[in-house]
């Protein structure tokens, strides 16, 4: 017998324009991006598996809590006295009361020595296991060992905290094959988060990732960038991982991708000429963009909320040594990027508003557009994966 797996709802023909080969195919079906049914999915099989939650050094000392998404999506992150950060189900194990409060996308935090509900007052260490249980005491039978909180599956990649909710995703060597040679002489890790801007879009989270896939519409909407970065430069990787992305390059005279080209901080080293004149864009997939400058690194952390709506925080990081100089000023960057972003946050939600008429139709893909390509055929594939049949009792 076999066991159908959970049927994304998009419509089967779509999906498959979506599959045909590069020059042919079309974008994703409309329901992708309007249906709250199709996002609800999403929820279930795309964010239940390896999905970025931040930066480790969010939790900088022993104690260090935080807590975000909500529902099946909620995650407690905890420093333990070992050093180690550990992941939990947001849930107490007596009554299921939240650990830590967060209903926001902002994550909720705190520092404490123990972790407490604050339902019934019942406790834990900082790795998890039942501390106490005011009134159980002395019940028979209870076995405190039996009620220590529920561990998720954690991996910190260069300083970026990867979370498995589900448990049963592939291993994460897996998820991000190809990347390690792309990411690791940036040294992110080592670098200091110094500027922060949350940003709250009316637009599904993969106009957002399918926007930062192209620069098809750069000489549209951004002559500032278009003057520090050629449009048509660069080109796309192709690893075997989840993840997707691609380079393009800096112009003669500029160093870093700011209003002037000029760069108020320092060159990270140990880089390559070719990493020192181009900027490297990577999808993290689902939901972590990443990109690499020469001398900074900045991220995208999109958290979906509903079919047409998105939190995003965008996190600057710099190598420590020019973070730690009184009076540094990273506004060259941060000023360029969210200048940047705007104008693309002002082009997705029209996207998300033209996509919302009953008469959108999915469109073909530019040759500029292999990118985008790439991201919707990884999207594409999860729906028509989840249609096959797997084996096991129905």
Not at 270 to 283: A, I, K, P
Request: glycine residues 8%; negative net charge.
């Amino acid at each position: 017998m076999f066991k159908q797996l959970d049927p994304a709802p998009v419509p089967a023909d779509g999906v498959a324009a979506a599959l045909a080969p590069f020059g042919q195919s079309r974008m994703l079906p409309r329901e992708a991006y309007v249906d709250p049914a199709v996002f609800d999915w999403e929820q279930r099989q795309v964010f239940s598996g390896w999905t970025c939650v931040g930066r480790s050094d969010d939790l900088a000392t022993v104690g260090a809590q935080k807590a975000l998404g909500s529902g099946a999506a909620g995650v407690l992150l905890v420093r333990g006295e070992d050093g180690a950060i550990r992941a939990f189900a947001n849930t107490c194990r007596h009554r299921g009361h939240e650990l830590l409060p967060c209903g926001a996308p902002e994550s909720a935090a705190r520092k404490a020595r123990s972790i407490v509900c604050p339902y019934h007052a019942w406790s834990y260490r900082l790795d998890g296991s039942l501390r106490n249980a005011p009134g159980f005491t002395d019940a028979d039978g209870f076995d405190a060992n039996e009620f220590g909180l529920i561990e998720l599956r954690l991996v910190d990649w260069h300083g970026w905290l990867f979370v498995d909710r589900s448990g049963t995703d592939g291993d994460f060597a897996e998820h991000v094959a190809g990347w390690e040679g792309v990411i690791a002489p940036y040294r992110p890790e080592d670098l200091t988060v110094v500027a922060r801007h949350s940003y709250e879009l009316a637009t599904n989270w993969k106009v957002i990732a399918e926007n930062y896939q192209e620069c098809y519409h750069c000489q549209s909407i951004h002559p500032e960038l278009s003057r520090i970065s050629p449009p048509t430069s660069g080109e796309n990787l192709d690893h075997d991982g989840a993840w997707m992305g691609g380079w393009m390059s800096i112009v003669d005279g500029a160093e870093t991708m700011s209003l002037d080209g000029k760069s108020g901080g320092l060159r990270i080293a140990g880089l390559s000429e070719h990493e020192q004149r181009t900027v490297m864009y990577v999808v993290a997939y689902p939901n972590l963009l990443i990109s690499l400058h020469p001398d900074y690194v900045m991220t995208h952390l999109m958290t979906p909320l509903a079919a047409d709506r998105t939190h995003v925080e965008c996190t600057w990081a710099f190598p420590k040594e020019v973070a730690a100089e009184p009076g540094f000023d990273p506004s060259y960057a941060v000023d360029f990027w969210d200048l940047t972003n705007r104008q693309d946050w002002a082009a997705c939600e029209s996207v998300q508003r033209g996509l919302s008429s009953p008469h959108a139709r999915p469109g073909p893909l530019a040759p500029d557009e292999d990118g985008v390509y790439q991201f919707v055929t990884r999207v594409a594939r999860a729906y028509a994966d989840s249609a096959d049949p797997a084996p096991g009792p129905r």
